[in-house]
């Protein structure tokens, strides 16, 4: 099972700031990675795949580089709404498995 | 628009089980895997299982294995999860996902539409 390891759990960080979060593979997923946003209450939300495409109507302010085994989320600028809770998924091998997340909250 | 919709959560006792559904529109449900993620209370994500557009392949998640069984009708544009032998730590909001790749042949997928979760709760 490739285990994936988030750093920081937590990033605190004022509006208009740039965030950068990582995800380490415990092996390569080669480019094989997502990036997920969850607010409270809701399901989570598909930002970026195969390690670098922004999915469907996410703003260019979120970025994702990357490949083996470590990757960065980038938000350029902090919008208030991005505040939440990030999860990595490597989607290389099965067993499907997610980082424990990074939270982002309002310092 | 893609819409998710899952039902059939609930209370349960230590050892019941419990059928999830899925109820899929907005797309050709016939042409996507399907796929059940798991978050327990204020924990992170966890991928239960993944079933093919076609029904085969299935796979599972070792936490899961032997007690769980996923499977989908696509006449009814339908995905189920039949959850036996439940346990304490099975206690989680449950998500159906669509699951997508983009390289042909490359079955293991991202999710790119979620439902918006049922929660089931096993009590000792």
């Known amino acids: 099972e490739i285990v994936l390891t988030q750093s920081p759990a937590t990033l605190s960080l004022s509006p208009g700031e740039r965030a950068t979060l990582s995800c380490r593979a415990s092996?390569?997923?080669?480019?094989?990675l997502a990036w997920y946003q969850q607010k409270p209450g809701q399901a989570p939300r598909l930002l970026i795949y195969?390690?670098?495409n922004r999915a469907t109507g996410i703003p260019a302010r979120f970025s994702g580089s990357g490949s083996g085994t470590d990757f960065t989320l980038t938000i350029s600028s902090l919008e208030p709404e991005d505040f939440a809770v990030y999860y990595c998924?490597?989607?290389?091998?099965?067993?499907?498995?997610f980082g424990g997340g990074t939270k982002v909250e309002i310092k | 628009e893609v819409q998710l919709v899952e039902s059939g959560g609930g209370l349960v006792q230590f050892g019941g089980s419990l059928r999830l559904s899925c109820v899929a529109s907005?797309?050709?449900?016939?042409?996507?895997?399907m796929n059940w993620v798991r978050q327990s209370p204020g924990k992170g994500l966890e991928w239960i299982s993944y079933i093919a557009s076609s029904g085969s392949p299935i796979y599972y998640a070792e936490t899961v294995e032997g007690r769980f069984t996923i499977s989908r009708d696509n006449a009814k544009r339908s995905l189920y999860l039949q959850m036996n032998s439940l346990r304490a730590e099975d206690t989680a909001v449950y998500y159906c996902?669509?699951?997508?790749?983009?390289?042909?042949?490359?079955?293991?997928?991202?999710?790119?539409?979620w439902g918006q979760g049922i929660l089931v709760t096993v009590s000792s």
């Open positions: 998924q490597q989607h290389s091998s099965w067993p499907l498995t």
């Open positions: 907005g797309f050709t449900f016939n042409t996507y895997e």
């Open positions: 996902a669509r699951g997508v790749t983009m390289v042909r042949g490359h079955r293991p997928c991202f999710f790119d539409y």
């Open positions: 195969d390690a670098s």
């Open positions: 092996q390569s997923v080669s480019s094989y």
